[in-house]
């Protein structure tokens, strides 16, 4: 794992002690909101419904036991004792005193973290797979290129007044677990022929009002390369990105506007212009690259007895087994992912307990090594086989051994209008109530890989455009209503979903929802997945059996 530096320390005490400053004079009136907003959200600082909301960076969703530990305490202490992991890997604390605010800044730089740039129409915190160095697939580790992105994009003086928020993932795997293809900037990192290392790059992907998957404008970048062709694309952007429309502001907007062949070229251009210097050297990516090397792994059977004795004779860790261990690059360690969609709960929250039994798991088994994923859930990505069964006993103890990563009930879910100022409609209470419809193991497992995100908002906090159903809250006249899509995916083989019908009331969704898994089973061929099945048959049938009832 990346340790911060004295420069990185510096920061973070400087822009702690700025902040202070400013929310002093905020308290003493002498600032209004309307001139303390910007100054808030540079700082990761909202206002939503009723109280403030921190949003904690966690860098391409990496940390250790001390930090989470940290966040842990920080949410029993300063909030109402949970955090919200959220789908850029972040976590957010809903009930934040603005007086508390300095506070908990120092606390966190205390352990290297911080709130910068989690917010404003700078680049945001760069997402990347969260089983990295730890899967076979990989090419490379993406931490050390994401890591690389964050001390280039912190406080940028070029790039911290865009026109609109940035958002960059980045992806080693051909499984993509980032939803590369839906971001600002998408990083896929690829071996050319003769074995040289590069990126495929792709722009102007997005959701919110105008979902685009983004367009590859470079098949393959030179790995030393990067640096200065991200400065051409934001300079491109910075120069003709629209300012006087917030809702056209994006860059997918410029890339649909130009055509992405237009832009690319313009995009060359400016490489040209920006030349060698913007790279990073050779030794600088070298000294990060040494920040990730591998673990203190042992040399293990790739076969644990212990292990497959507890499967044969424990019912519930077989099928936690099943769905939430993952194959490790190393034998005799798996990939556990930690599902924080247990039924009934609220997706992405973790309470104080919760994350400090992760974190001790993280330290006598996991070397100390914890992710957030994009789809609100943890992993410890280096855990013995042979411990496994105490580290599923241990999650079950505190209500996190869910055994349903990747199945209908391990949704993704904005805030919604629970605490989003911005809402128009719930999006938890009807997770919440899908979740519930399939409680049953295992008719979940019979489902097989589904994923549902929902969205309180056109915003898309939820994802709800690249769902296999998508869910997307609605405002009809002063009442909550949902608006369906089928078909998307933000995986490798990203797509935007495609409409069902009209948006249904509140109390149909979870029904619909219900409606629409048993025509997938009933029209499913040879295992097919339900996207599959899906982009098979296309929308008809679901459509019929979902408005029946509707004349």
Request: charged residues 25%; hydrophobic residues 40%.
């Amino acid at each position: 794992m990346y340790r911060y530096d004295t420069l990185d320390r510096e920061i973070l005490a400087d822009r702690s002690a700025e902040f202070r400053e400013q929310v002093g004079r905020r308290l003493a009136g002498d600032l209004t909101e309307d001139q303390f907003k910007p100054l808030r959200l540079m700082n990761g600082l909202y206002l939503q419904l009723h109280a403030y909301m921190l949003r904690v960076a966690i860098p391409y969703g990496s940390l250790n036991s001390t930090q989470l530990r940290k966040l842990a305490w920080l949410s029993k202490t300063y909030d109402k004792g949970y955090g919200h992991f959220t789908t850029r890997q972040n976590l957010q604390l809903h009930w934040i005193k603005l007086a508390d605010t300095p506070d908990i800044l120092d606390h966190l730089a205390s352990v290297d973290m911080h709130a910068i740039q989690t917010s404003g129409n700078c680049i945001r915190n760069v997402t990347a797979d969260p089983y990295a160095g730890a899967t076979a697939e990989e090419i490379d580790d993406p931490r050390i290129w994401a890591e690389a992105m964050r001390q280039w994009s912190t406080l940028h003086p070029e790039f911290s007044f865009l026109p609109r928020k940035f958002k960059i993932a980045i992806t080693a795997a051909p499984k993509d677990r980032t939803a590369a293809k839906v971001h600002d900037i998408g990083l896929a990192v690829k071996r050319a022929r003769d074995g040289a290392m590069g990126f495929e790059v792709m722009v102007g992907g997005g959701m919110g009002r105008t979902p685009y998957v983004g367009s590859t404008i470079r098949e393959f970048l030179p790995a030393n390369r990067l640096f200065s062709y991200l400065e051409a694309i934001l300079r491109v952007y910075n120069r003709h990105g629209r300012r006087d429309n917030i809702y056209k502001a994006r860059i997918k907007i410029l890339v649909a506007a130009l055509g992405a062949e237009e832009f690319a070229r313009q995009v060359e251009a400016e490489w040209d212009k920006v030349g060698t210097d913007a790279d990073l050297p050779d030794l600088e990516i070298a000294r990060i690259r040494g920040a990730f090397a591998g673990g203190a792994f042992e040399t293990l059977p790739p076969r644990s007895e212990a292990f497959e004795a507890a499967k044969a004779s424990q019912l519930a860790f077989a099928r936690f087994v099943r769905n939430n261990v993952k194959p490790h690059k190393k034998p005799g360690y798996a990939i556990v992912e930690i599902s924080l969609k247990g039924i009934g709960e609220t997706p992405g929250d973790a309470t104080a307990e919760q994350m400090d039994v992760v974190a001790d798991l993280a330290e006598r088994f996991g070397q100390d090594d914890i992710r957030v994923t994009h789809e609100q859930n943890l992993v410890l990505p280096h855990i013995r086989l042979d411990d496994l069964p105490a580290v599923h006993a241990a999650l079950a103890a505190v209500g996190l051994g869910t055994p349903n990563i990747g199945l209908v009930s391990d949704i993704i879910a904005c805030p919604g209008l629970d605490y989003c100022a911005l809402a128009n409609a719930r999006a938890i209470s009807v997770a919440q109530h899908i979740a519930e419809r399939f409680a049953d193991a295992d008719r979940a497992e019979n489902v097989g890989e589904l994923k549902v995100k929902i969205s309180g908002c056109i915003n898309a906090c939820g994802h709800h455009h690249v769902g296999h159903i998508g869910i997307l809250g609605v405002d009809k006249k002063g009442e909550e209503y949902y608006q369906l899509t089928l078909g998307g995916s933000g995986a490798e083989d990203a797509a935007v979903g495609q409409a069902l019908g009209p948006a249904l009331p509140y109390e149909r969704v979870a029904e619909a929802v219900d409606t629409l898994v048993e025509v997938y089973l009933r029209e499913r061929k040879d295992g097919e997945r339900f996207l599959d099945t899906f982009r098979r048959t296309g929308v008809a049938p679901f459509k019929e059996a979902v408005y029946a009832d509707v004349h």
